[in-house]
């Protein structure tokens, strides 16, 4: 038998893992270092069924996959930072309004145009708290070209569950590395479908959800009457002023994410058992950590790794334990120190934390690690 | 051994990015593990550019290359900017235009670009006579895998040409080394 494995571009396997979860409807202004995802949609949609469709700005693209959800389709956007911030204003609509869609950002050199062809990690938090408001939101980070694939399937399966904007944040080191792949069978995947409504068209109301916080949705078209606005609404969908309609509304959106968070929180760690320090990254800066761990290791240095995999929700429970017996915390990351805000909240001052930060357009090398632990040792 | 580090480096628009991709899917093809990533600027043409190759028996962790065992030059410019990083023992393969400054490191200086400019007259497949000449002299993927992987890539109409352009690619590496 012929072997499965073949080089695979990471924004070609984001693409490969969307239409694979469903994925029927592309809208995106193409940028890099995402342009390939906007590329491979095209090629690839209409030869599944699915449409794709260039809009005239970011902001457009945004509403576009809103409506294409609405109507019951799966649908998602890529860009990167620059992009990411114009979305940012319907991705709040698409939280409030319960819509699921992904919306991917291959992370670049920023702020504005930067340094349009470089990796960074910058919008760590913006992917968190891009849109104002409270509002909840998910975002996975991979760091290889087969984990795009799944994460990118991960991403529709949680906005379909939990009606939540689901962020794939990628970066331009697994967006543009190409590495051997073997994809799994279609038939060895796990596709979560959107709740559809049990009541009859009469009885529907698009925003009363069940005992999981979860509203069932109808697709627009169906007959089912729904309202949608991005207004503080009631349970019919329809605009309303009352305060505690409103903070039940606003609570429930919220919580519905917070209730589920152990279901959603994923994150990976290596020789974490007998570490006396452990490597905190993600994406692109996890694979030099990785090497940074190995290679310390052969010099007798107790060193383990810690990844989240979902940078929102936090991984954080695990990282309270490991808190508890670790001498010191590295945060790694392409950014002058946006995750480390959160693993400092997490681990108070149980240990000590180091920061690795780079902001100059090129990755983080393994040996920049590497000194910044033998330096405290 | 088990891991290559290889840097392929020229300017934008020499192919030398798809010269990396052929390459690390010939290594496939060869069942073994390989990375390509590249840097560029945001010029279409010109410039220094480069793309490099990991090619390893076991998981390739960080996908970057750091100090070479195999560096390819195709401009000066490419070659002063890119060619610090070589390892003591590594590989050097540049166009014979180089100036190497002396390098004190094994080079092999080849008529690479004249090979393709004016022997095989198509300056596009500059790039398929490097990777025969890289192949030849570093057997770091073997010569089936790399014409399989090649034919896989160019376009249709064009095979004869390149399987003739990586054919003498080869002539031009197994002559450097005898």
Known sequence: MKSKARLMQGNEACVEGAIAAGMRFFAGYPITPSTEIAEFSAEKLPLVGGRFIQMEDEIASMAAIIGASLAGVKSMTATSGPGFSLKQENIGYAALAEVPCVIVDVQRSGPSTGLPTSPAQGDIMQARWGTHGDHPIIALTPSSVRETFDLTIKAFNLSEKYRVPVILLMDEIIGHMRERVELPDISEIEIINRKKPAVSREEYLPYKADDDLIPPMACYGEGYRFHVTGLAHDETGFPTNNPAVADKLYRRIVDKIEFHKDEIVEWEEQNTDDADIIIISVGGVARAADTAMKQLREKGIKVGTYRPITVWPFPDKRLVELADRVKAFVVAEMNLGQMVLEVERIIKDKAKLIKVNKVNGEAIYPEEIMEKIEEVL | ?178
């Open chain 2, 1 to 178: 051994m088990g891991k290559y580090e290889i840097r392929l480096s020229g300017s934008g628009g020499q192919g030398l990015i798809t010269g990396g991709i052929i390459l690390a899917e010939a290594a496939i093809l060869d069942g073994k593990n390989a990375v390509q990533t590249q840097s560029y600027g945001p010029e279409a043409r010109g410039g220094a550019s480069k793309a490099e190759v990991i090619i390893s028996t076991d998981k390739i962790d960080f996908p970057k290359v750091r100090d070479c065992d195999i560096f390819l030059s195709l401009t000066q410019k490419s070659f002063d900017q890119y060619g610090k990083n070589v390892k003591e023992n590594g590989i050097i393969i540049v166009d014979e235009s180089i100036d190497t400054r002396n390098e004190n490191k094994v080079i092999y200086s080849l008529p690479i670009i004249d090979t393709a400019y004016n022997v095989l007259g198509k300056p596009m497949v500059l790039n398929i006579v490097a990777l025969g000449v890289i192949a030849a002299i570093t057997n770091v993927v073997s010569r089936n895998a790399l014409e399989e992987a090649v034919l896989n890539r160019v376009p249709k109409g064009t095979e004869e040409l390149n399987k003739k352009a990586l054919e003498m690619g080869y002539s031009i590496g197994k002559n450097a080394i005898k």
